[in-house]
Each structure stands twice: as C-alpha cells, then as structure tokens.
C-alpha cells in the first residue's frame, strides 16, 4: 500500500488548488475525485472569480486567447428591489468568468505538472484508522473494487455532501452533521438572450439583494445569465424568480437559451476543521461568501492558513494532531470566520424588509447606505454615524409609516446577533482542550438565530404546499 503525505477527497476547485499547493513543496499527494475527468463539475457552465483574489490565491489567470476564460467585466451594483438606487463595492475588482470544468482540468493539470497525482472514478468510502484509532488514510471504492490508502493527512473537498467528514466519529471536534435542506442555497441560472440586438447587456448588470438574484454577464455579447438563489428548494427560487425579481425589476424581453441548476452551502462554517490527521475544507466546509453563496475564492482564506500549518507540520517526523493543527480554526476564525458568520444574522433580519420598506431604505440611506454597503464583499462594517444615520432614519420611516416597528424589531435583533457572533469568534479557544465550552455557546446562539430557510416567503410555501 503506498503512503502519501496527502490525501484529498475531491478533485474540484478546492481540492486541485490544495493539491497543488502541497505538491508543489514537495510532498507526496493523493487526490481521489468520484467522477470521470470528462464528468467533473457539470452541473452549471460558468463561473467568475475576481482577478484579485486570483492573483492572492496564486489561482491560474487564462489569458483573453484561452478557450477556458469566458469574459472580464468590472464589478457590478447592488440594487434596490424596484432596481434603484446603485450601490457599488468600493473594491469594485475586476471579475473574470470561466468554463468551470474546463478551469477545474487546468488546475488539475497544474497540480499533477507539480508532482500530485489524481485518481479518477475513485470514491472515498471509509476512513483507516491506525492502531490508536487515529485517522490514518482512507478506504475508496473503484470499478476494480474497494482499495486502501495510507496518508499522514486526510482533507475533506468533497462539497456539500462533505463524504469524510460525515463520516467522523461523534467524538470527533469537527461535527460531522449532513448538511439539511435548510441550509443550501439551490441557484437556478437562466442564459437569456436579448431580442433587442442594439441594448448593451453590461448596462443592466447588477446584484438586488432581496430577492437574492442578479444579472451577469454569460460570455454572449447580446445576452446575460439572470440569476437566483434561494433556500426552500428550486421550485420557490422559480417562484420569486418569476413572480417578484422579473415583476418588480423591469428588464427588456429575452428568450432563454438554457437553464441551468446547482446548489451551494448556505450554513455557518463548521466550528473546527481539523482533528487528528484530519481537515475539512471548501464548500465540506461551508466556506461560501454569505452575501452571495459563492465559495471558489472565499474558502481558500481558511486553504492558504492550512498550507503554511500542514506543511511547517509534515516536515516534522511526528504525527499529524488536532493540537498542531489547532492553529488553523484560530487564524481563520480571524481572518475572515467572524466577518462572513456575524454577516448571518443582520442579512436574516434586512432580507424580512418587505420589497416596499427595502425601497424606503435604499432611497434614504437607511442600513442600505453606500457606506455600509461599499465593503459588503469581505465583511459589513458598521460605524459609529452608520447607526446615528440609521436610527434617523427608522424614526423618521416609522413615523411615515413607511417602516414596520417589527421588521425594525428584526432588523435590530439581527444586528445584535451579529455582535454576539463577533464577541464569540472573538473568544474562539486557542486549544481544543477549551473547545467544547465554546462550543455549547456557540451551539446556544445558533439555535437562536436559526437558518437562512426562516426568511422564506409563508405564502408562497403555502402557494407551493411547502
Ligand atoms: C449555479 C452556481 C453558480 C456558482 N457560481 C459561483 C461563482 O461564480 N463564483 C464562485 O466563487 N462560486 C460559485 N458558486 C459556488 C461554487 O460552485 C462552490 O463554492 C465551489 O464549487 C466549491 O468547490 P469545492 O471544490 O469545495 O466543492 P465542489 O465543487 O462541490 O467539488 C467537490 C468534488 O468532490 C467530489 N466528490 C464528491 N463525493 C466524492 C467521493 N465520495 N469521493 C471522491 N470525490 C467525491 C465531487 O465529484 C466534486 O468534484 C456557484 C454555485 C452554484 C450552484
């Protein structure tokens, strides 16, 4: 039985750019990917990442020439639910997009070029374990049958259906919950094309945050992918789709050309991603930006952490512990954790706004301000004058009767969850023996903030007989 330093699960996004980041040191890596490599990552054409976070994720740039890169564009706005009032990220990066399952064979290329090698139709089934029950490798299922494979590290990029880390023991730091239902965001893509040949499509381009749905370009010069993403399943995301996005924002008549669906993780990260020879890491994880659902470049924050941590400890001799890979969950619940899960919260309250009060907002500054939301990419900073300014402006729209006290009540209870998250993350344990007293703090505010699926619409879960 060969032994690898490295074994991934997964060869997608997460998985080849980790595989290519341990191999190239010099360390022996494993990746195991289910699928064929004709098979891997179709379930939606295009993606975009900003060229920004390609370049800090040392991520391959195709250039214009390459069949793979699909387009370039420069950020585009967040709208009102009637499709006012623009707002734009002060990083405003440039966007590339690209053909997914083409991208994902280059960085597979890139990391077997590096030395890893990559292990088609091959299906993690099990872990090993080592004669102190420590992980140890992992068991796969092939066409040739079960095999084995030894690896002083396991890295779970397995998506959502996280096939190792489900797998954990319930002892285990990292939980080893499937992720419900509840808790994904399922994304319907619709590649329209404009009858109007003379309208430039980049003009209508923009995010509106209530109805979690977005115009962006396809790669068509006539043409856009309008977008939505939605907890409830895709029958409610078709629903808003067409009945509040396509209603309430005027956009010019389009044909569909295809459509495409796919689903991303919607939950908090998991509280710890490493254990003895163990991490989780990716969309396993749940490392999806909560402002979008997108996760290619937003999980490598915790990936670049796990690199320098893994690496420092397999040039030692010794075994892989949780102990020294503790590291890990502290840097990152810093770097970007508290940021992206203290974001939850006041997302849950500010998408309870009705389509008119939302307007009400964007139209007079209220939490919808460029200011709050110009950093809404990495993580909302809310000042001193944002919350004078807010407090102005609720006092006034209640008066008006344009804000109701309890979508106010939930927007206030929201922001105060937020803070309670970042105060928690704040006092993230700096080793595991301190963890499970976080964690059942951690467990209790959850339970109480609940999920992305509570903000769904009753009415049209009823209409649906959801
Ligand atoms: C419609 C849609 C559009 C999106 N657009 C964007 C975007 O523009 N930008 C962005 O950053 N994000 C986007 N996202 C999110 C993005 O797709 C994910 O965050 C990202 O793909 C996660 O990568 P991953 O490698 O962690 O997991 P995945 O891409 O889910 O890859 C997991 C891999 O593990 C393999 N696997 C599963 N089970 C096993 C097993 N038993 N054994 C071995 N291998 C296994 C799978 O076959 C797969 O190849 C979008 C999501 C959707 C649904």
Not at 315 to 339: P, V
């Amino acid at each position: 039985m060969s032994m690898y330093d490295v074994l991934v699960v997964g060869g997608s996004t997460t998985g080849c750019w980790f595989a290519y980041q341990m191999a190239k040191q010099g360390f022996k890596v494993l990746v195991i990917e289910k699928e064929e490599p004709e098979n891997v990552s179709r379930s939606y054409d295009i993606f975009h990442m900003s060229k920004q976070e390609m370049e800090q994720f040392d991520l391959e740039i195709p250039d214009e020439s390459s069949p793979v890169r699909a387009f370039a564009f420069d950020g585009s706005p967040l709208y009102s639910p009637y499709g006012n009032f623009p707002r734009r990220s002060t990083a405003s990066p440039t966007t590339i997009g690209l053909h997914k399952h083409d991208y994902i064979m280059l960085m597979a290329e890139r990391a077997e070029k590096a030395g890893a090698e990559i292990l088609y139709g091959a299906s993690f089934s099990d872990f090993i374990y080592d004669d102190k029950k420590r992980i140890a490798g992992a068991k796969y299922i092939t066409k040739d049958g079960e095999k084995e494979v030894t690896a002083r590290i396991v890295a779970d990029c397995s998506g959502i259906p996280s096939v190792a880390r489900t797998k954990l023991p319930d002892t285990s730091v990292v939980e080893n919950f499937k992720l419900s239902n509840r808790d994904i965001l399922y994304v319907v893509l619709y590649y329209a094309e404009y009858l109007d040949k003379n309208l430039d499509p980049r003009k209508l381009d923009g995010f509106f945050m209530q109805y979690k749905s977005w115009s962006a370009p396809s790669g068509n010069k006539n043409g856009a992918i309008l977008g939505i993403g939605a907890s409830c399943g895709y029958a409610y995301a078709e629903e808003v789709y067409n009945n509040q996005f396509m209603k309430n924002v005027k956009f010019p008549e389009y044909k569909v050309e295809k459509i495409e669906k796919g689903m991303t993780p919607y939950h908090r990260s998991v509280y710890s991603f490493v254990d003895d020879g163990f991490i989780v890491m990716g969309d396993a994880a749940f490392l999806t930006k909560p402002t979008c659902g997108e996760g290619c470049t937003s999980s490598l924050v915790q990936g670049e952490i796990a690199v320098e941590v893994i690496s420092k400890h397999l040039r030692n001799d010794s075994f892989l512990t949780k102990e020294k890979l503790w590291s890990i969950n502290k840097r990152y619940m810093q770097a970007q954790g508290k940021d992206f899960d203290s974001m939850r919260p006041l997302l849950y309250g500010i998408v309870s706004a009705s389509h008119d009060e939302a307007e009400f907002m964007f139209a007079n500054d209220v939490i919808f301000s460029q200011s709050i939301l110009g950093n809404m990419d990495t993580g909302i900073t809310v000042t001193g004058k944002d919350i004078a300014d807010i407090l102005k402006g609720v006092t006034s729209g209640i008066a008006k009767k344009n804000l109701r006290p309890a979508t106010i009540g939930r927007i206030v209870k929201g922001l105060m969850q937020s803070m309670e998250v970042g105060k928690l993350y704040d006092a993230y344990p700096e080793k595991p023996s301190d963890f499970y007293v976080w964690k059942a703090k951690a467990d209790t505010l959850w339970s109480k903030i609940g999920s992305i699926s509570d903000t769904c619409d009753p009415e049209i879960l009823r209409k649906l007989g959801m």
